[in-house]
Nanobody, 125 residues
């Protein structure tokens, strides 16, 4: 059974950076597409970024394009989300999720089979 654990969240000032990690146990991540989602209070969960299992193809929400970078290290069984130039509106709980092989609609949370518990990111001055 694949288990995912997010880490790296915290409090940061606007314009700052954080790197989130999503570390897997119980199985290798080699055959999983990974998505990062976030949910702010009172809002629906939204897809932030995705990386494919095979060729490393990546996708980003328009709101984070150019500021966030997703990457994976299969040797460490970990996927990262580097977040730069953080804005107040990036404040949310961030979740990573895994979908076996190819995910058809990366923004659709129902495409993913396994979820982490989330890590809080707060951007505040």
């Amino acid at each position: 059974q694949l288990q995912l654990v997010e880490s790296g969240g915290g409090l940061v000032q606007p314009g700052g950076s954080l790197r989130l990690s999503c570390t897997a146990s119980g199985s290798t991540l080699d055959y999983y597409a990974i998505g990062w989602f976030r949910q702010a209070p009172g809002r629906e969960r939204e897809g932030v970024s995705h990386i494919s299992y095979s060729d490393g193809n990546t996708n980003y929400a328009d709101s984070v394009k150019g500021r966030f970078t997703i990457s994976r290290d299969n040797f460490k069984n970990t996927v990262y989300l580097q977040m730069n130039s953080l804005k107040l509106e990036d404040t949310a709980v961030y979740y990573c999720a895994a979908g076996l092989f190819r995910v058809e609609r990366w923004r659709d949370q129902y495409e993913y089979n396994y979820w982490g518990q989330g890590t809080q990111v707060t951007v505040s001055s």
